[in-house]
């Protein structure tokens, strides 16, 4: 089952009495369990019936026996077992999965692994419940999730405010979704859409002057307005820094590479091969225009190059702003 199946599933009643929830993304895993603890039991239920277990706290014993509770003036006794990966001989579980009582729900939050699909105790969770595997987004799938998340609450964001979202916090759901709840509560009721502005007066990022526009700069040789961006993130470290425009440049000059290699190079294709939004897809047919294969070799080194030296190695007292500057001055002649 999907994430949006379970949280139907959740709105409808429609318990099963085991599940796994397990993977590299903790943003699905805490949203599903949270659904849980609101929806299952009432207020007045949770005292008796609501059991919250840490696998760092507890065994599978434990575990068991609390799950084979009967519930009290509820209809279900819940349990959640949370970082579970870290639970002591959880391969124990597999006598109570194998035959659970349906009058307990188990919910089992295996953060940032997954159970070995060979095992018994795996097995018996897929026959008698759900397994849900919850899987880090790619960087080209964030600012549609974006979009996706804001469209639930009847909110529009243009493209490019969710490609510079993106960009300045990553891939972390969690925080990308905290800061797109503060931003909805600093909004007027009346605001249709949210634009670059909003997020530039809001969450304080640039709209002009960060790593997003810097590639694009970048792709269109465009010396005046790269050296422009540069200095900006040049004196403002402490929001931009030098480590998170080197590993954004070394993503992009990377994927360059991967293009110039391309014999289709439509926008379809590119965007797919690449694992690119399409947004993006022109930033690179230009880059490959303006920059030769041996020339982005190049600047992969430099990259390389100057994110060593950014960490220390042989720096000789050059400060940030200015390792930025050379390392710019490097890659665009």
């Known amino acids: 089952m999907n994430y949006e199946q379970i949280l139907q599933d959740i709105a409808q009643r429609k318990f099963k009495p085991v599940y796994l929830l397990q993977g590299n993304e903790p943003y699905f895993i805490d949203k599903i369990t949270e659904a849980f603890e609101q929806k299952v039991l009432t207020e007045e239920q949770k005292p008796f019936n609501l059991n919250i277990l840490y696998g760092k706290d507890c065994d599978a014993g434990t575990v068991d026996n609390t799950a084979r ?17 870290l639970l002591n001989q959880i391969d124990q579980l597999v006598f109570y999965v194998s035959g659970p009582l349906a ?20 097995k018996a969770f897929n026959k008698n419940g759900v397994v849900f595997t919850s899987n880090r987004l790619y960087d080209d799938k964030i600012p549609r999730w974006i979009i996706n998340y804001l469209n639930k609450k009847n909110i529009h964001i243009e493209s490019g405010a969710a490609m510079i979202l993106n960009e300045y916090i990553g891939n972390d759901l969690s925080r990308i979704s905290h800061e797109l709840d503060k931003l909805l509560i600093t909004l007027p009721g009346s605001t249709p859409k949210i634009t670059p502005d909003h997020i ?3 969450i304080g990022i640039s709209k002009e002057y960060n790593n997003f526009e810097l590639m694009k700069a970048m792709a269109r040789k465009n010396i005046a307005k790269t050296y422009r961006i540069i200095n900006y993130l040049g004196d403002n470290q402490k929001q931009n820094h030098i480590n998170l425009t080197i590993s954004s440049l070394f993503y992009f000059f990377s994927k360059v590479l991967a293009l110039h290699f391309m014999k289709d190079r439509s926008t379809r294709k590119v965007a797919s091969a690449l694992q690119i939004n399409s947004y993006f897809v022109p930033d690179y047919l230009q880059a490959i225009q303006n920059y030769s294969r ?12 100057y994110d060593l030296r950014s960490k220390g190695v042989n720096r000789v007292g050059t400060s940030e702003s200015d390792l930025l500057k050379e390392m710019t001055y490097r890659i665009l002649h």
Do not use: T
């Open 200 to 202: 530039e007066q809001n």
């Open 294 to 305: 041996k020339k982005v070799v190049e600047i992969i080194s430099i990259l390389r190059e």
């Open 69 to 85: 509770r009967f519930p009290m003036g509820s209809e279900y006794n819940l349990v959640i077992v949370k970082e579970a990966q």
């Open 103 to 122: 009058s307990s729900i188990l919910v089992i939050c295996y953060k940032y692994k997954e159970l070995d699909k060979r095992k018994k105790l795996f």
